[in-house]
Antibody, heavy 125, light 107 residues
Framework: EVQLVESGGGLVQPGGSLRLSCAAS????????MHWVRQTPGKGLVWVSR????????NYADSVRGRFTVSRDNAKNTLYLQMSSLRADDTGIYYC??????????????????WGQGSLVTVSS | SYVLTQPPSVSVAPGETARIPCGGD??????VHWYQQKPGQAPVVVIY???GRPSGIPDRYSGSKSGNTATLTVSRVEAGDEADYYC??????????FGGGTKLTVV
């Protein structure tokens, strides 16, 4: 059974940093593109970032580029999202998501096959 | 940036058919996926690649596209279908894009 378990969320002050982790099990993490998706009450689901299977290629939404860094440790079956210079509008539930596309190229038509339960990040003073 | 437009809410009586539209420029050229999210739970894909249905999803769920609109149809609606539904595509300007979501209410 595929499982994605996020951790590391919490309350942080504006300007602060936080690192989310996502522990993967039930599949070979190194074979999949992975993403982070954020959900806020006012804006629904928003794609945040993606990383290729070996970690050599990443992409970010304009709203987080330069402040967030996605990485992975396939040996530890873990995905990370390092968040810095956090703002109030970064508040939300962050989901770790598996992409069912090919491992050899970015299949932008692929869908999100598996989601974690989410980790709540609250940015507030 | 690319925008997908969904109505905030759709209401339907049990046993009736619910249709949830998702509008987007040139959506006919894109692969559309639909996700269902129930309160307190993570989203789950219910339709992929416009009209494909994952195993375990009832055949009451179907997807279609016409013009600049993709539509998720839920036939013979049940109380358990109450949820938020999101469409999603990829666009070169924004990577993965979600619609704003539609709350399906069974009245």
């Amino acid at each position: 059974e595929v499982q994605l378990v996020e951790s590391g969320g919490g309350l942080v002050q504006p300007g602060g940093s936080l690192r989310l982790s996502c522990a993967a099990s039930g599949f070979t993490l190194s074979a999949y593109w992975m993403h982070w998706v954020r959900q806020t009450p006012g804006k629904g689901l928003v794609w945040v970032s993606r990383i290729n299977p070996d970690g050599s290629s990443t992409n970010y939404a304009d709203s987080v580029r330069g402040r967030f860094t996605v990485s992975r440790d396939n040996a530890k079956n873990t995905l990370y999202l390092q968040m810095s210079s956090l703002r109030a509008d970064d508040t939300g539930i962050y989901y770790c998501v598996r992409d069912l596309g090919s491992p050899n190229y970015y299949d932008n038509t692929a869908y999100f096959s598996d989601w974690g339960q989410g980790s709540l990040v609250t940015v507030s003073s | 940036s690319y925008v997908l437009t969904q109505p905030p809410s759709v209401s339907v009586a049990p046993g009736e058919t619910a249709r949830i539209p998702c509008g987007g420029d040139n959506i006919r050229a894109k692969s559309v996926h639909w996700y269902q999210q129930k309160p307190g739970q993570a989203p789950v894909v219910v339709i992929y690649y416009d009209s494909g249905r994952p195993s375990g999803i009832p055949d009451r769920y179907s997807g279609s596209k016409s013009g600049n609109t993709a539509t998720l149809t839920v036939s013979r609606v049940e109380a358990g279908d109450e949820a938020d539904y999101y469409c999603q595509v990829w666009d070169s300007s924004s990577d993965r894009v979600f619609g704003g979501g539609t709350k399906l209410t069974v009245v």
